[in-house]
C-alpha cells in the first residue's frame, strides 16, 4: 500500500499533524491562525520506510 492509497482510507473526520501537509497546502490570516486549503492531501511523511510488501 503506498502513501496515497493509505491517506484515502482515512475517515472523513480524521485528524492528522500540520506537519504532514507542504507549506502550499496552509494559508495563514491573522499573525496566529493558519487552516488547510481546500482539498488538501497530507504527502509528507518522514517516519514511514519505503517498504514492498
Not at 496515497?4 to 494559508?27: G, K, W, Y
Given at each position: 500500500m503506498n502513501h496515497q492509497e493509505s491517506v484515502l482510507q482515512l475517515p472523513n473526520h480524521?485528524?492528522?499533524?500540520?506537519?504532514?501537509?507542504d507549506d502550499?497546502?496552509?494559508e495563514q490570516f491573522g499573525s496566529t491562525q493558519i487552516?488547510?486549503?481546500?482539498?488538501?492531501?497530507?504527502?509528507?511523511f518522514p517516519n514511514v520506510l519505503n517498504r514492498k510488501r
Amino acid at each position: 500500500m503506498n502513501h496515497q492509497e493509505s491517506v484515502l482510507q482515512l475517515p472523513n473526520h480524521a485528524r492528522i499533524c500540520i506537519q504532514h501537509f507542504d507549506d502550499t497546502c496552509i494559508e495563514q490570516f491573522g499573525s496566529t491562525q493558519i487552516r488547510l486549503k481546500k482539498n488538501s492531501v497530507p504527502s509528507i511523511f518522514p517516519n514511514v520506510l519505503n517498504r514492498k510488501r
